[in-house]
Each structure stands twice: as C-alpha cells, then as structure tokens.
C-alpha cells in the first residue's frame, strides 16, 4: 500500500469489532497480532476477496478461506493456524461486516416438506456461540490429560484425507470392479477412517502430564491412543466431541408456514451460499 495515496480516505474502514473466544489463547507466536482492549477490527470483503470465493480450487484446499480472514482481520497473521473455536465467530463477522447482519435462509419442513425463505439474524448467532473451558482436564490413573481447539490447518487436512477416503469408498458399489479389489478397498478406507480419528483427537489434546514426563509430541499421543483401552479412548473422545459442540454453531428453531409444526435446522457455513451475494 502506498501511505502517500490521495485515495486513502476512501478505502475501507471496519464495520464492526469482535472478541475473539480464545481471548487470542493458541495462537502460536506470529500468527496475531494481540489487541490491547481485546477487540479486532473486521473490514468488509473487497472485490479481490469475493472473487477469491468463487474459486473451486482455493475452496477445497482451504485457501480462500484464509485469504479472506487475512484480509478482513488483517490482525490475523496466518489464518491457516486460527483456533476452531474461533472460526465460526470470524466467519460470521466477516458476513455481517460485507453484507449485514441479516441473510436471508431456505428451510424445508420435515413433516409436510414446505419450503420457505427466513431472515436470520447474524448477531444472534454469533452470540449464540459458546465458550469451551479448555483448562478442564480429565485424569486417568496418574496421567492427566489437557485439551487444545485444533486449528484451520487441521480442520482443513482431515477435511481433505475423508475427502479422499469417501471417494476410495465410492468404487465400492461399482459391479465392475472385483470383489477382491472391493474388500482391498474396504480394508483401506476403513484403516484410513481410523487414521483420521486418531489424528484428529491426538490434534485436540496439548499435553499429557504423567509423574516422569510432560509429553506434547503427537507421534507418542498417537500412539497412545492407538493401545490405550476403550475406556479411556472414549473419555478422551468424549470430552473432546463436548468441547467442541460448545463452540459450534446451534439449530435455529422455525415454525412451518404450512402446518405449523415446530422443527429444528442446522445452520451451517457453506461458503459458497454463506458469502453470496447479500439477501
């Protein structure tokens, strides 16, 4: 940016500021820049930005995703490390800062499967968004065991690994293929599915403390996750699923035009609809 620009005072401005629900916690050096009053500034989407959305290839790879959040929180240093619990908030602020806080929602009953359009508003959701107490830890025996929110990064490869893994599973139906090259297939996705969930709850946890050593190398979590017992392994899921479901989004709750039957909808952020054009 050229600080001489006589067209300085027409770029743009923030629209709003957010509290992130980290309070800025998990961010590795480098990747945010602290605030002082614990709010950042949330700039609308550019022209450069929309574009960016429209790109298939940036959207699968999570690319778009984190040009966007640099751009529009330029506070934010390397959105590729962003805490999960972070990202929904950061994601509808970026909406509400380029469009508004209302955008307009389709849902279908369940019952008599009329289809409305609804407007929703984003402030509500936003603070619908919960807190999870990360500095809860769970004990078996005498190791105790403390959890972290992934990041973008990780929600981004384990999106892209059961990308990969649904399509192995694809080939299943097929009567082409022989039913030996169908159970090889069968075997792989479902050690690939494992994979993934060892990965992912080894990513979730930021150390284990036992009585001889403080271990925070995923290799050794891995591992331990792999021979541990199925107690264990579930406690460690569970907690992991509840922090987790804390900050994530809730179902809105309509009431059909129709038939008047109360029903629930997850609203989720698909990007290509989340930040379409404004309703």
Known sequence: ?????????????????????????????????????????????????????????????????????????????????????????LLVAIRIASYGHEMEFGTQCPKCQAESDRVIDLRHVMDGLGIPDYEQSIRSGDMEIFFKPMTYKNLTDNSTMQYENQKMLQMLPDTTVPDVDKMTA???ALKKITEVTIKALAQSIAVVRTPTAMVRESEFIEEMLQKCDRNLFNQIRDQIVELKAISEMKEMHFECDECQHPYEQQLTLDMSSFFGPAS
């Open 1 to 89: 940016m050229h600080s001489n620009n006589p067209l300085q005072q027409y770029f743009r401005q923030p629209a709003i500021y957010v509290r992130l629900p980290s309070q800025g916690k998990f961010y590795p050096d480098g990747a945010l820049n602290p605030s002082t009053t614990g709010e950042y500034p949330v700039y609308p989407m550019t022209a450069i930005d929309e574009i960016t959305y429209r790109t298939p290839d940036a959207m699968f790879n999570g690319q778009a995703t984190v040009t966007v959040l640099q751009s529009c929180v330029p506070d934010i240093l390397d959105a590729w490390q962003i805490p999960a619990m972070d990202l929904d908030t």
């Open 186 to 188: 069968m075997g792989a």
